[in-house]
């Protein structure tokens, strides 16, 4: 059956059989004090503003049977799989796997790697670790989604302007639908947040913005009830 959800710039028509709610990198290395976000001198406070929107949609997306894909940044305890230039962008005995509060900082297996407990995937749910940005940069995500047959994906997580942004213009150049949930998303800067959400559904028209649509957890819950 075909849901209209009402979204920027228009409404999209999706199907829950061939969508997929994909939460990324709600860790955390990202959302808690002594971790990653927290390395490179953001305020990690602003990013829980987005957790309760999050746990709306994955109850959403778990009553409706949807394909949910959970993602995780981090790299492997060795760091063969961390660029040079990624690494030595934290602050000396801040960067990636250095010691701190959660373990090692964004490494695979450390507590601040762990998804915040709220969020925990249940089993059956897609956990995709991925060592960029973007959710299909050097993993298996395009590989298992097209075997599900998903042509939508409804987006949250953190930072909007980072790791979202980016994994919806990969999927987007890939040619699935995406639809951003706003208020399931956050940054460590407010004007980011809001410039990353208009630049989905900028330059818009009838069949969505020039990467999408963004539409929130209020309008997912009632299109699905
Ligand atoms: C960042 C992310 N901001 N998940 N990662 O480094 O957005």
New binding site residues.
């Given amino acids: 059956m075909a849901i209209t959800l009402p979204a920027e710039p228009a409404p999209v028509t999706l199907h829950p059989a061939t969508t997929a709610l994909v939460v990324?990198?709600m860790q955390r290395d990202?959302l808690e004090p002594g971790g990653?976000?927290a390395s490179?001198g953001n305020d990690v406070s602003r990013l829980g503003a987005a957790v309760p929107a999050c746990a709306a949609a994955l109850a959403i997306a778990r009553r409706a049977h949807l394909t949910i894909v959970h993602t995780r940044?981090g790299h492997r305890p060795d760091l063969s799989d961390c660029p040079p230039a990624k690494w030595e962008r934290g602050p000396p005995g801040m960067r990636i796997g250095d010691p701190g509060p959660m373990g090692r900082i964004l490494i695979r297996g450390e507590p601040g790697h762990d998804i915040v407990p709220d969020l925990a995937p249940l089993p059956g749910e897609v956990v995709l670790d991925k060592p960029g940005?973007g959710a299909f940069c050097q993993t298996d995500l395009e590989l298992i989604l097209r075997n599900r047959g998903i042509a939508t994906l409804l987006v949250c997580?953190?930072?909007t302007e980072?790791?979202?942004n980016t994994t919806v213009r990969e999927a987007n150049d890939r040619g699935f639908r995406c639809v951003v949930l706003g208020d399931a998303c956050a940054s460590y800067i407010p004007e980011f947040h809001a410039a990353g959400l208009a630049m989905i559904k900028a330059q818009g028209g009838a069949g969505g913005g020039i990467f999408g649509w963004v539409s929130d957890s209020a309008a997912l819950g009632a299109a699905f009830r």
Wanted: hydrophobic share 50%.
């Fill in positions: 990324i990198d990202f990653f976000g490179l940044e940005k997580g953190v930072t980072v790791c979202v």
